[in-house]
């Protein structure tokens, strides 16, 4: 007989507490080209999560695929160096099987951060944006299925999807650190092919300000988890429908590569200043 999901979980745990892995003050996922905020840490553990039992198996090709626990500002964070993608033909459940975890270790609250594109003509690439909302366009989810109460509800709130408390600990860092923090609305899209002009015409007109292809599955479960969550992304490109450029691969993750060095001191100080009482 197969384990269930929930037992799954609790074994992932079990085996990362068994590697010293508690006390955590946080969790983090690094996205697409945004790895660089692990030389940073004291790494105390550095785990593939070929490793781990349950884990999924990482594909990805700019992704190390990495479970990295250290301090970094004096926190102890879990961080997920690498996520999984839909497009690379993940389920929605391996897609946010990390967070559960997360939840599992005891973590308070987790900060994602990815790249995305944006159809807002008035920002710029290397801009960041705080993910205020969002519009999940994936075709499936992750709580879809026979629903485990001890997971969470069967039909989870999403009014305030992403953490009031979280938001204003990353308003205040973006401040104090002189980094221009843009807001709006994250949709997702399948991928792993860009939008057409006329589907970034649509997404901005649906309401999104930004468009990349993950996190909005994390968030799902982050809340169905009843997991504190905030996003921020960094917009790699421009998609005007009305001047669409070629998508150039190598500029894009330069433009994450550039933007990467803003997100790591905004992160830094974020995490000095949550108050993981006050999140829930
Ligand atoms: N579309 C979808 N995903 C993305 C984009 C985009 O323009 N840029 C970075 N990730």
Same mark, same amino acid.
């Given at each position: %007989?197969?384990?269930s999901l929930f $037992?799954?979980?609790?074994?992932? /745990?079990? &085996? ?13 996922? +690094?996205?697409?080209? =945004? ?19 349950? &884990? ?15 301090? +970094? ?6 961080? %997920? ?10 389920? &929605?459940a ?7 975890? &997360?939840? *599992?270790?005891?973590? @308070? ?5 990815? *790249? ?20 999940? !366009?994936?075709?499936?989810?992750p709580l879809i299925g026979n629903n485990d109460e001890r997971l969470g509800p069967r ?8 953490? *009031? ?8 860092? /973006?401040?104090?650190?002189?980094? $221009? ?11 792993? %092919? !860009?939008?057409?002009? /006329? ?8 309401? *999104? ?7 909005? @599955? ?44 803003? =997100? ?14 006050? =999140?829930?």
């Amino acid at each position: %007989m197969t384990s269930s999901l929930f $037992d799954q979980i609790e074994e992932s /745990a079990a &085996f990362l507490r068994a590697r010293g892995i508690d006390g955590l003050d946080g969790a983090i996922v +690094l996205g697409t080209g =945004l790895g660089g905020l692990t030389a940073q840490m004291e790494i105390l553990q550095s785990i593939a999560y070929d490793d781990i039992p349950h &884990f999924p198996e990482a594909t990805v090709e700019f992704h190390s695929g990495k479970l990295l626990f250290g301090i +970094l500002e004096g926190k102890r964070v879990l961080v %997920m160096q690498g996520r999984f993608h839909y497009y690379e033909g993940h389920d &929605f459940a391996s897609i946010a099987y990390g967070i559960r975890v &997360f939840k *599992a270790m005891g973590a @308070p609250y987790v900060l994602l951060s990815g *790249a995305a594109g944006t159809m807002r003509i008035d920002w710029n690439k290397g801009d960041l944006m705080l993910v205020t909302d969002h519009i999940h !366009l994936l075709p499936g989810n992750p709580l879809i299925g026979n629903n485990d109460e001890r997971l969470g509800p069967r039909f989870p709130d999403m009014s305030e999807a992403y953490n *009031a408390g979280l938001n204003r600990a990353l308003r205040a860092a /973006a401040e104090e650190e002189a980094v $221009d923090l843009n807001e709006g609305v994250y949709v997702s899209a399948q991928g792993p %092919m !860009l939008e057409t002009a /006329a589907e970034y015409r649509y997404l901005r007109n649906i309401g *999104a300000d930004a468009v990349g292809m993950s996190t909005t @599955p994390e968030v799902i479960v982050a809340n169905h988890a009843r997991l504190p969550v905030a996003c921020v992304v960094v917009l790699t490109d421009e998609c005007d429908p009305d001047n669409l450029q070629a998508i150039n691969i190598p500029e894009l993750l330069s433009v994450a590569a550039k933007a990467e060095k803003k =997100l790591i001191r905004l992160i830094k100080n974020t995490i000095q200043r949550i108050d993981a009482e006050r =999140l829930v």
